[in-house]
């Protein structure tokens, strides 16, 4: 796949450049977090229910340079964003949002000035999963956090590569050493205690535990993981030459915010309520409520007690996690056609089962199948703003690019012109997990 592209020494630069002038300090002691963006091949939505999922990241996410503050305070500036977040390590932080049984949020009293509370609730919400754990921090940092252009309110979790990348600053900035499964726990915290959204752990653990050009299988359940690399893209005597490919990005134009969106926390609550019914039926009532402690032979025997809409999200639990196991063997041998055909299946279940995704998403995912060279796709995320993600042949992904930006003005003409010409679509390769540089 070549060597890593992102980041650009000069986008490293940049950002030392701006803590420099922030905090007095040299260049030299600025520290960068790259905290990379992921896509969810396979293994869409069934993280939240201890499904087996499938994940990798790409060469664009997040930037975070800081310098600890020799003090409590944390002082931040973004690149995305207007305003400057103050506070300080020693304050107690509460979570802003709570969850109803039905899904639903409620909002919390909060200590976030306006002008913050767009983008101040990420760090805040680090600093209170570090705290909530038993963590006692006394530095503050000073720090100025961008993301790729463009890819903001994508999809790709950018979310928590946001919360990843104030946990393993401030985490450095205080000299605590936490393993990867550590801060997928705290990046946890953040997203279903502190902001209210009912998610996984598939985001967080792309985020730190992929690797260059592997695809990253997680158990959910058990939270085991391990890497699947790839064959040799080289010359195989008995196969022949293997396909190189490229990830593609489609943007759609909606930037809805997920948390405003509550028919994600809503199928969550529903993939519980047809766990329950099915475990009730099973004589397994006492386990968790969540369809990995139903067994694929007690689904098979019950899934006719389910009500139209429970059947329709444990049929996509089942099918979904039938299609990872495939898809792992899939990219195993190098069978990019077969990984893409359980991508797009992966993608139409979505659809028809979950139940999730926008118009113009699915609009955009029918688009990226029709687009040359592609070896399948399917939208990023749960489909209600963002973009589609595609696996397509390397030599072809300019070709697909081109064809895409042509086609989706057709059908969404506002949409479309509210995007950037030069972003509307990426051609991206495969990044590697978070680290501080």
């Given at each position: 796949m070549g060597e890593m592209s992102w980041p650009t020494e000069a986008e490293l630069d940049g950002i030392k450049k701006i803590v420099s002038e922030m905090s007095g300090r040299g260049m030299e002691e600025i520290r960068v977090v790259v905290s990379p963006y992921r896509i969810c091949p396979l293994g869409a939505h069934i993280d939240h229910q201890g499904g087996t999922v499938s994940a990798m990241t790409i060469n664009r996410g997040i930037l975070l340079g800081f310098v600890p503050s020799g003090d409590t305070q944390v002082v931040l500036r973004s690149g995305q964003f207007e305003g400057e977040v103050r506070f300080r390590v020693c304050e107690t932080q509460h979570p802003i949002q709570t969850i109803k049984k039905n899904g639903e949020i409620d909002k919390n009293n909060s200590t976030q000035s306006p002008e913050e509370s767009n983008w101040g609730c990420y760090a805040r919400g680090a600093l209170y999963a570090l705290q909530s754990r038993g963590n006692h921090l006394v530095q503050g940092i000073i720090g100025y956090i961008c993301g790729s252009e463009g890819l903001d309110s994508s999809g790709l979790s950018s979310s928590a590569a946001v919360g990843i990348a104030y946990l393993l600053a401030l985490e450095s900035a205080n000299n605590l050493s936490q393993s990867p499964t550590k801060n997928i726990e705290y990046d946890r915290a953040i997203e279903n205690e502190y902001l209210g959204l009912r998610n996984g752990i598939l985001d967080q653990s792309a985020i730190l535990l992929s690797s260059h050009g592997c695809?990253?299988?997680?158990?959910?359940?058990?939270?085991?993981?391990?890497?699947?690399?790839?064959?040799?893209?080289?010359?195989?005597?008995?196969?022949?030459?293997?396909?190189?490919?490229?990830?593609?990005?489609?943007?759609?134009?909606?930037?809805?915010?997920?948390?405003?969106?509550?028919?994600?926390?809503?199928?969550?609550?529903?993939?519980?309520?047809?766990?329950?019914?099915?475990?009730?039926?099973?004589?397994?009532?006492?386990?968790?409520?969540?369809?990995?402690?139903?067994?694929?032979?007690?689904?098979?025997?019950?899934?006719?007690?389910?009500?139209?809409?429970?059947?329709?999200?444990?049929?996509?639990?089942?099918?979904?996690?039938?299609?990872?196991?495939?898809?792992?063997?899939?990219?195993?041998?190098?069978?990019?056609?077969?990984?893409?055909?359980?991508?797009?299946?992966?993608?139409?279940?979505?659809?028809?089962?979950?139940?999730?995704?926008s118009e113009p998403l699915i609009q955009l995912y029918k688009i990226l199948l029709r687009a040359p060279g592609v070896f399948g796709g399917r939208f990023s995320g749960a489909g209600f703003r963002g973009c589609c993600v595609a696996f397509v042949d390397a030599d072809h992904a300019s070709e697909a690019a081109r064809f895409v930006r042509e086609e989706y003005p057709k059908i969404q003409p506002k949409l479309a012109s509210q995007l950037n010409k030069d972003t509307a679509v990426l051609i991206c390769e495969a990044g590697d997990c978070a680290s501080v540089i």
């Open positions: 695809l990253t299988c997680m158990n959910c359940k058990t939270k085991e993981h391990k890497l699947i690399r790839p064959p040799s893209w080289q010359k195989d005597q008995k196969t022949g030459p293997q396909k190189a490919f490229k990830i593609l990005l489609a943007f759609s134009g909606l930037k809805q915010a997920l948390t405003t969106n509550p028919g994600y926390n809503r199928r969550v609550a529903e993939c519980q309520e047809a766990a329950r019914i099915l475990l009730h039926a099973s004589g397994s009532g006492k386990l968790d409520p969540l369809l990995c402690n139903v067994e694929p032979e007690a689904y098979q025997a019950y899934k006719f007690n389910l009500e139209p809409d429970l059947a329709k999200r444990a049929e996509h639990y089942f099918s979904e996690n039938m299609r990872v196991i495939k898809g792992l063997e899939a990219w195993a041998t190098g069978e990019l056609e077969e990984f893409g055909r359980l991508i797009s299946a992966s993608g139409l279940s979505s659809i028809e089962n979950y139940e999730c995704g």
